[in-house]
């Protein structure tokens, strides 16, 4: 089962990854592949609504095996910086990288 979820993400990260430029703290750039996630989302708390914005990428673990916080992440001529990666499945195959923005 695990192999065939590699082969589709590979598949899917061939058809519609983007290039970005990832620099840990204490290191050099490298250039790895990512999948872009917008999850626009609005939180209704307590009869006030906020709205909130944040770009997610996800990383296949074999192409950046320890991501870090702190890092700097180079997408789409904007600079980001990585909050808390954590496991993007339960198969151990991705990252999920939330960002904030460098100003």
Known sequence: MREHLVAMYEALFAQAGEQAEYTPPDGWAETITVLVD??????????QVVARQGLHVKVRKTELPAPVKGAELL???MTYSVRDPRDADTRGILWLLPLSRIA
Request: overall charge negative; charged content about 30%; cysteine-free.
């Open 38 to 47: 917008n999850p626009d989302y609005e939180a209704d708390l307590g009869g």
């Open 75 to 77: 997408y789409n001529d």
